[in-house]
C-alpha cells in the first residue's frame, strides 16, 4: 500500500519545530487534481438568476406590502433569536429610522437584515439577521449580506458594525468582519445599541468591489494560485512505503522504525526537491551551529565508549568476504565523522538515524550470543540514554 513520505526520520521527540503545510492536491492516474474552490453563494444566487429568489429593501413606509414583510421578519427574527425579548424585535423592525432587506423566495419571506444606516458617519448598523432555520447553512446568509454590501454601495455608506451574538461570530468573520472596529470610537460609541452576549464587529467596504461578483472573482483567482502550485510542486507524489516500517511495526516499535532509515537514502525525498540547503535556510545559523556542537558530542561520546571498537573503522570486505551482501547500508562510526565534517547532519535525526542502522546493522549480520552482538546492546543503550538527555528544547 502506498504511503506518504515521512519527511526526515524521527525520533522520539527530539526534532527541532517544522512547519507543516496541508497538501491541497491530489492524484489520480498520474493526473494532478486541483482542488475544487466551492462558491459559498453559487446555490442562492441561481435560484435568483431564475427569477425564485428576489431582494428587496423594505421599511415602515405606510405601504400595506411593506408592513406586511416587516410583520414576516419580525417572526423570523423571534424565531431565530429567541433570547430576545419579541416586544423588543417588533419596536425596532418598525422604527421608521431603520431599513430591512428582505430575502424572498417564491414570494415567502425566508430571511432578512435589519438596519439602520447613519450616513452621515458613513456607517450602517445591522440590528439583526436571520434565515429561517429550514434554509440555513446553503449560502442564503452570506448572499444576503452581499445584497445588503450592494444596497450599501448604493447609497455610499463604507461601513458595516454590529454586535454581533456570540454563537454568530464565525458567520460575520466569514463575510468579512473583523473584530478589530477600524474606524474612530467618536464615530460609533453610545450612538448604536450595545448587548450583553454580542461582541462588536466591523466590516470595511470598498466602491470598487462588485461584491455579488466577488465570490466568483476570488475562486478564479485560488484556482488561478493553485494551477500555478501545481506546476511549482511535487507535493502530490506519493511513495511505496519503507520496508522497514512493515519490518518494525510488528515490534511495535515503528518510530525507531523511522529512525532507522538511512538518511542518504531518500531518494524519494531527493526527488521531491528536498535538499539539504533548503532545510538549512529554514534553520538559524545559530542552530544550526547547536545542532552541530550536540552531534558532535554524541559521536565522540560514541566513539570514547569501551563497546565502540567494532564499530570504529567500515567493515573490511576482503576480511568479511559476504558482509556486505548482507548489509545494504553499511554504516560505521568513521563514517559518519566524515559526514558530520561534511555537514550533512543538518538536524539531530539524520545522526540518530545513522547510529542505530549501525547497531542494527552489527545485530542482523551477526545474531545474538557474540560479542559483537553484546557491544551492538551497550553501545546502543548508552547512546540513547545520551540522546535522550540532550536539551533540545533549548535550540
Ligand atoms: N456560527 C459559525 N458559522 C456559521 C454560523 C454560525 N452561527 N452560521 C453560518 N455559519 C457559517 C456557515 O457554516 C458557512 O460557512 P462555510 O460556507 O465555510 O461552511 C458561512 O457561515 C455562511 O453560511 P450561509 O449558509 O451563507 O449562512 P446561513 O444561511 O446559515 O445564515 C445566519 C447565517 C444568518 C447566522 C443563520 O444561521 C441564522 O439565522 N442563525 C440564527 C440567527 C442568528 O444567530 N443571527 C445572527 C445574530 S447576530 C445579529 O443579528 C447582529
Known sequence: MAVQLPVVPQAPKQSVGAHVIENPFTEVNGEVHVPEVRIRDAFPKQEEKDGILEFKVVQND???????????????FSK????????????????????????????????????????????IEIVFCAVTRQQQ??????????????????????????????????????????????????DWMGVIKDYDGGTMMHC??????????AP????????????VLKTLTTQHQRWSGFKEFAEYTKDKDPVTAVARI?????????????????????????????????????LL??????????????????????????????IDIQTMERKLDAGFYITQDMLYSDLIRMIENC?????????????????????????????????
Open 80 to 123: 431565530q433569536l429567541p433570547k430576545m425579548p419579541t416586544e423588543y424585535i417588533s419596536r425596532l423592525v418598525l422604527d421608521r429610522r431603520h431599513q430591512a432587506v428582505a430575502m424572498v423566495k417564491q414570494g415567502t419571506i425566508i430571511g432578512g437584515i435589519q438596519f439602520r444606516p447613519f450616513k452621515e458617519r458613513n456607517f
Open 216 to 227: 466568483v472573482i476570488l475562486q478564479r483567482q485560488r484556482r488561478y494560485v493553485l494551477g
Open 262 to 298: 538511512a538518511a542518504d537514502k531518500f531518494a524519494p525525498l531527493l526527488s521531491t526537491g528536498w535538499n539539504p540547503e533548503g532545510y538549512r535556510k529554514l534553520v538559524s545559523p545559530a542552530v544550526q551551529r547547536k545542532i552541530l556542537e550536540i552531534n558532535r558530542e554524541l
Open 62 to 76: 405606510g405601504d400595506p406590502e411593506n408592513m406586511k414583510a416587516m410583520v414576516y421578519l419580525k417572526d423570523i
Open 204 to 213: 470595511a467596504l470598498s466602491d470598487s468591489i462588485d461584491y455579488m461578483e
Open 363 to 395: 545485530k542482523t549480520y551477526n545474531g545474538t550470543g557474540n560479542v559483537y552482538y553484546e557491544c551492538a546492546l551497550a553501545l546502543e543503550a548508552r547512546f540513547i540514554k545520551k540522546w535522550k538527555a540532550i536539551p533540545l528544547d533549548q535550540l
Open 301 to 330: 561520546a560514541v566513539k570514547e565508549d569501551k563497546s565502540s571498537w567494532p564499530f570504529l573503522l567500515p567493515v573490511d570486505g576482503t576480511v568479511v568476504t559476504n558482509y556486505y551482501s548482507y548489509v545494504e547500508d553499511p
Open 137 to 186: 447553512v446553503r449560502g442564503y446568509g452570506s448572499y444576503l449580506m452581499n445584497h445588503l454590501k450592494k444596497h450599501a454601495q448604493r447609497v455610499g455608506i463604507y461601513n458595516f458594525l454590529t454586535y454581533a451574538d456570540n454563537f454568530a461570530i464565525g458567520y460575520f468573520k466569514k463575510q468579512g468582519f473583523t473584530l478589530e472596529v477600524e474606524m474612530e470610537k467618536s
